[in-house]
């Protein structure tokens, strides 16, 4: 028997020819049934030798067992296939020496800064906030923002220097 080569079983146990026979009746059917639940052919027929095992270790149990023993054998097989499913195996989980997960970039920081600076543009007078999202944030030149404002490019300049000044004035009160 190919199955279960290595594995020597005591010789006045039940098991060889209870095996032998099961292997014999059983082993096609198992190996279709294993086929169709998982997709690698060599898995499946680790699954069904496992099960020729677990059969051979309760061969004591089988003998004296009212019901189906072939129903036995399928529910086993099914047991291991989800079992090995669940297993980290399945889940492509290996166990490493590395001391935890990799370090990652601390964005606290910029996530920080860019809610501060919402928060001291909010604080601005519509007029003075326009000048510097036109400025700034859209990269506009001074007179770009002052014909999109319908404004002289000098009211621009003067918003500008106010916005900046109280801006390094909230700034400074709140503790930044």
């Known amino acids: 028997m190919t199955l279960l080569a290595g594995i020597a079983p005591t010789t006045s146990s039940p098991a060889p020819r209870l095996v032998d026979e099961l292997v014999e009746q059983h082993r096609d059917a ?7 639940l998982l997709p690698d052919h060599h898995l499946a027929e680790d699954i069904v030798q496992e099960t020729f095992i677990r059969a051979w270790r309760h061969a004591d149990r089988l003998l004296n067992r ?22 980290a195996y399945a889940r492509h989980e290996t166990v490493t020496t590395d001391d935890g997960d990799p370090a990652q970039e601390d964005h606290t920081g910029p996530a920080h800064a860019s809610m501060e600076a919402v928060s001291l543009l909010r604080s601005l007078s519509p007029e003075h906030r326009n000048v510097l ?23 621009v300049r003067s918003r500008r220097h106010l916005a900046l000044r109280a801006l390094r004035n909230r700034r400074a009160s709140l503790g930044y």
Not at 144 to 152: D, G, K, M
């Open 30 to 36: 198992l190996l279709a049934y294993a086929q169709r």
């Open 133 to 155: 999202v036109y400025l700034y944030i859209y990269g506009l030149t001074v007179d770009e923002t002052a014909r999109v404002l319908c404004v002289p490019a000098g009211t």
């Open 66 to 87: 009212e019901g189906s023993v072939r129903g036995w054998l399928f529910k086993v097989a099914r047991n291991l296939i989800v079992d090995r499913s669940r297993s």
